[in-house]
C-alpha cells in the first residue's frame, strides 16, 4: 500500500454550529460542505487546507462511535486519513501485514469516497481510515 497523499484530518466536536467559527473566523477557512452520514451516525463539515482537509465531526447518536468519543474525551484529534488507490487492495495490505481491521470490506463515507478503518491497536494507537473513490 502506498498512500497518495491524507485526505483528512478527523475531529471530533461536540457541535458543528459551535466549533465552525474557530476554523473560519480564527483560521480563515471556509467551510465548504456540511453532510450527514447516517450509516456512521455523524454529521460533517469540511475544510480545504492545500491539498488536506478538516473534518469535524458532530455525533448524530451519542451511542455512535464518535458520540462515545466525544462523552470519553470532550472531542479532539480522532482519526487521519489517508487516500489510496484502491481500499479495498489496501485493507488486504494492512490485513496480510498482520493489522487489526475494523473494517474487512470498503463501506460508503462522506463526499461519496469509498471508507474503512484500521484498529488503533495496530497502528501507533491512531484510529487510521483508508479512503478512496469507489
Known sequence: MKPTHIEHVGIAVAS?????????KVLGLTCYAIEEVKEQKVKTAFFQVGQTKIELLESTD???????FVEKNGGGMHHIAFAVDNVQEA???AAAAGCRLIDKTPRDGAEGLRIAFLHPASTCRVLTELCGKP
Do not use: S
Not at 16 to 24: R, S, T
Not at 62 to 68: A, S
Open 62 to 68: 451519542p451511542e455512535g462511535p464518535v458520540g462515545k
Open 91 to 93: 485493507i488486504d495490505q
Open 16 to 24: 458543528l454550529e459551535e466549533a465552525i467559527p474557530f476554523y473560519e
